[in-house]
């Protein structure tokens, strides 16, 4: 009797067993589902990264490029967000753009996710959700809070030390982070050649100014800032003008030559295009955070930062109110404007003309979810 109960309870442990594990890994794989992104009817093209590099067909390095060209000759225009999956106001400010825009004058390229493998998973042990939701019109939409690094899965294992496409030494880790491997290699590591990938689409779509968007912690230096190359040292200065004059405070931070690896390094030393990357002040990224939840990622309140505020332990201005995801997103919208007006007054030949482009005011005041388009 004894050794039938014995069987019944491991058979009943086995079964609870399996079906823990079958469900855990239905929702692993379904981390890898990407939501949808609705462009509007100005869309020109949509291509995957693969049609500049086709080594990267059918991996996860590939990834979606929306293109809006006006009627009229101007200048090229990147946006980059998603080098960073965990960095949400740069994916999220993406998206924006490509529900809203039209292009009247010159082209725009937007790419969402940058390192599309990076959005497939989270950060091990650091206990992040793995989406948050924005409301619509129409109803709710959610998106995935990825990872910083390309997933271990796609790309491993990690060297013990890293040398970058550019010679710099980093740890192993940073061999699967984006922002680390430019310019790319043709026959590298994955990431490496998502790098090589995006560069090569620099060549094709002759691209002249490139906006790289990222959050960094509050606790972090370079936060609520212009990191520019020293080829686009006049335009960020020209772009920090306006921006104060809306009221918006950011820093200028020069790309530092000994820093290799980096898109705004990179891109500039190896492109034709003038570069620029863009800072804000993300709660849900920081080390000095208390839980991460969909909450923190959309309200950036966190009574940690309150208090290492009061302590002068940040590099922006934080209370209560917090530092909420539409005023992060908010401050990528009036950067990219800025730097556009002043693009133009540098290089009139290059205009780019962007007709329903929301803008910052209004993000801060209605919110994202006016801006994105109602779930089907």
């Not at 934080?318 to 908010?330: C, F, I, Q, S, T």
Request: net charge positive; aromatic share 8%.
């Amino acid at each position: 009797m004894k050794k039938i109960r014995s069987k019944l309870i491991s058979s009943v442990l086995l079964l609870l067993t399996l079906v823990i594990c079958f469900l855990s890994g239905f929702k692993f794989l379904s981390m890898q589902k990407k939501e949808d992104v609705f462009p509007t009817e100005g869309l020109t093209s949509k291509k995957m990264l693969s049609s500049y590099f086709q080594t990267l067909k059918n991996t996860w390095g590939d990834t979606e490029v929306y293109i809006y060209e006006g009627q009229e000759k101007g200048g090229n225009l990147l946006i980059q967000g998603g080098a960073h999956p965990n960095e949400p106001a740069g994916f999220i400010t993406a998206v924006l753009l490509i529900e809203n825009i039209q292009a009247t004058k010159g082209k725009i390229v937007i790419i969402p996710r940058a390192n599309n493998s990076g959005f497939t998973h989270s950060d091990p042990q650091e206990g992040n959700p793995q989406r948050y939701s924005i409301e619509t019109s129409a109803g709710r939409r959610s998106f995935r809070y990825g990872s910083r690094l390309t997933n271990p899965i796609h790309q491993w294992p990690d060297p013990t030390l890293y040398i970058n496409p550019a010679g710099q030494k980093l740890s192993g880790t940073e061999s699967r982070n984006l922002n680390r491997c430019y310019p790319g290699r043709k026959n590298g590591r994955l990431t490496e050649k998502v790098a090589y990938g995006i560069m090569e689409l620099f060549k094709k779509e002759k691209i002249d100014l490139a906006i790289d968007l990222h959050e960094s912690a509050p606790e972090y230096p370079v936060i609520n800032a212009i990191v520019f190359h020293e080829n686009s040292e006049e335009l960020a200065a020209l772009a920090l003008m306006e921006l104060q004059l809306q009221g918006f405070e950011f820093s200028l931070e020069f790309s530092p030559k000994n820093l290799r690896g980096l898109s705004h390094r990179e891109w500039g030393d190896n492109t034709q295009a003038m570069a620029i990357l863009l800072e804000s002040a993300n709660a849900s990224h920081g080390r000095l955070k208390g839980k991460t939840s969909p909450a923190l990622i959309l309200e950036g309140k966190d009574k940690n930062y309150v208090k290492a505020a009061k302590l002068g332990r940040l590099f922006v201005p934080y209370d209560e109110e917090g530092v909420p995801l539409k005023l992060r997103v908010a401050r990528h919208l009036a950067a990219v404007k800025s730097i556009l007006s002043s693009f133009e007054e540098l290089h009139p030949e290059k205009k780019t003309e962007i007709k329903n482009m929301p803008s910052s005011n209004e993000v801060r005041m209605k919110g994202i979810g006016p801006f994105l388009h109602p779930p089907n």
